[in-house]
């Protein structure tokens, strides 16, 4: 079968890095391709690019084995080019079918909405994409908007369709449900280039893999032939390790322990609803469910940042109940926070100032109200070298790093800090395997030395790995808490859904 699209020879500069470097890529009608890499490989570049929003510095592109040159979106799109962004570009106060009809054309560029509802009807059960053509877009959940994106790529009659990290957003179901969609597309011949950095997902939907590290291509695959370990050396240049142990091990005495707590959200509505739950020494309790069903308020009354309206917590014992995040910290417990640019650093400030952030006012690195720089800088250094952070000098200011590596300063600082209790929140979101590896050791090895440790992850593989139990928390409430030995995704992700134990 003769490919719909070859790019050949696709490099990319921006200044300071080459985003794509000699890159080829190949894609056949009727198969899912998969665009692996780490953050900053180059993948977003290269459909960029594809889609004409970025040209090449170097290249071609065929389609149907016509050299082409795509010069704007529109173009792509009237060459059968569809692209789902990751963040999605549907006007939130239009209808699905008014979104579909914008910039179609017609008189005042709005067509006549008859016709394209019909077609949109046929289009949407051709492929089981499922969606009320007349419901206003902000009115959807995430995963009825991708299918409303998606819809409007196919009635533009997209015969190749790019999907970039479609899954991001999805629960477990809904990732099901658009794997079913993304099989029936193929059935109909189309191409999909999709990417994600999910492992099992690429293992169980690619056709075709290719993978891409620091702007070249390094590996071309199949699933048959790879194993997620094989896909992560080819991402990360390195074997890494995928296996987590979790070694059996008795729990001790009550460190975190919240009852019945109940908190208001941003809304003036219950974000935390009589929740209550134990962390014991030596335990991760995983808290899963999906965004915005209070996890974020959770941690914030916890850490002493946001006002509980009712309730109880306490750190070893002693009360934390409306305390200050000061005294949170005093009583025991380390944070480290989902938004680590806004909560967690100091973007401005040094890497050795965002690493003492909290220690600072204490000895050794003040004695009578004076900082002592010889021990900030061996303090600093030594955090740098342990948790292996990539930076040119322990003076540069921290928002010049990468995502994966501002995680591990955080992660650095306030791992080091002695607490007994660590809340720890998406810890490895935006991070590159390799250093993911390296956190969810660390968390491994806090376990075993007694800590008690929250884990509130919308992933739920790493809250399966590592957690000795999941509680999965829906608007606010336990859905269930169940022991990992007897958890599946399958299972969490229906709790998350809303759907009880069965
Ligand atoms: N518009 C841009 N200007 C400068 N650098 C960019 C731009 N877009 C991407 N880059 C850089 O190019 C590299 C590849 O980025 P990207 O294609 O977004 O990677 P991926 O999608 O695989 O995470 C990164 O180093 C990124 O910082
Ligand atoms: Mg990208």
Redesign the pocket.
């Known amino acids: 079968m003769a490919p719909m699209l070859e790019m050949t020879g696709i490099t990319?500069r921006?200044?300071?890095?080459?985003?794509?470097d000699n890159v080829d890529l190949s894609v056949l009608p009727g198969r899912v391709h998969t665009?692996l890499?780490?953050?900053?490989?180059?993948?977003?570049?290269?459909?960029?690019i594809l889609y004409g929003l970025?040209q090449p510095d170097e290249g071609e592109i065929f389609l149907n084995g016509e050299a082409v040159e795509i010069t704007s979106p529109h173009d792509a799109i009237e060459r059968g080019i569809g692209m789902i962004h990751q963040h999605f570009m549907l006007v939130p106060t239009l209808t699905v079918a008014e979104n579909v009809a914008l910039g179609l054309g017609g008189r005042r560029g709005l067509a006549d909405m008859r016709p394209i509802r019909r077609r949109l009807a046929e289009v949407s059960e051709q492929y089981g994409l499922h969606v009320d053509p007349d419901a206003q877009i902000w009115q959807l959940a995430v995963g009825e908007r991708q299918r409303a994106e998606i819809l409007k790529a196919l009635y533009r009659d997209a015969q190749l369709l790019v999907l970039?990290e479609p899954t991001a957003v999805l629960t477990p179901p809904e990732v099901d449900e658009l794997f079913a969609t993304l099989r029936q597309l193929t059935a109909d011949d189309k191409g999909l280039i999709f990417?994600s950095h999910k492992l099992h997902e690429v293992m169980e939907i690619s056709d075709d893999i290719t993978v891409?590290r620091d702007?070249k291509v390094s590996g071309r695959t199949v699933p048959a032939d790879s194993t997620r370990e094989s896909l992560a050396e080819l991402m990360v240049g390195r074997l890494v390790s995928l296996q987590r142990d979790v070694p059996a091990q008795a729990h001790g005495e009550a460190r975190l322990e919240v009852s019945n707590l109940t908190v208001t959200g941003d809304r003036g509505t219950v974000a935390v609803d009589d929740l209550s739950f134990t962390a014991r020494a030596g335990e991760i309790l995983g808290v899963a469910g999906v965004s915005g069903n209070g996890q974020r308020e959770l941690a914030e009354a916890i850490f002493g940042l946001r006002d509980a309206d009712s309730g109880e917590v306490r750190i070893d014992g002693h009360s934390a109940r409306d305390a200050s995040p000061r005294e949170v910290r005093q009583l025991g417990l380390a944070y480290v926070p989902e938004e680590r640019m806004r909560d967690g650093a100091i973007g401005d400030f040094t890497v050795a100032e965002n690493l003492v952030l909290v220690d600072f006012p204490t000895e050794p690195l003040s004695r009578r109200g004076l900082l002592q720089r010889q021990a900030i800088e061996s303090r600093s250094a030594d955090l740098v070298d342990r948790y292996s952070v990539k930076t040119p000098t322990l003076d540069t200011p921290t928002r010049s790093l990468s995502g994966g590596n501002i995680q591990k300063v955080v992660i650095a600082r306030e791992f080091s800090s002695g607490a007994d209790v660590f809340m720890v929140a998406q810890p490895t979101r935006g991070v590159d395997i390799g250093a993911a590896e390296y956190i969810h050791a660390q968390l491994l090895q806090q376990r075993a030395d007694g800590k008690a440790i929250l884990l509130i992850s919308e992933d739920l593989d790493e809250v399966l790995q590592l957690s000795d139990r999941v509680l999965v928390l829906l608007d606010g409430k336990e859905m269930g808490t169940v022991d990992r030995a007897h958890a599946t995704v399958q299972e969490i992700g229906l709790m998350m859904m809303g759907s009880a134990r069965t």
């Open positions: 990319k921006f200044p300071g890095v080459v985003a794509n665009l890499g780490e953050n900053g490989a180059g993948k977003s570049t290269l459909m960029k970025y970039d990417i891409l702007g």
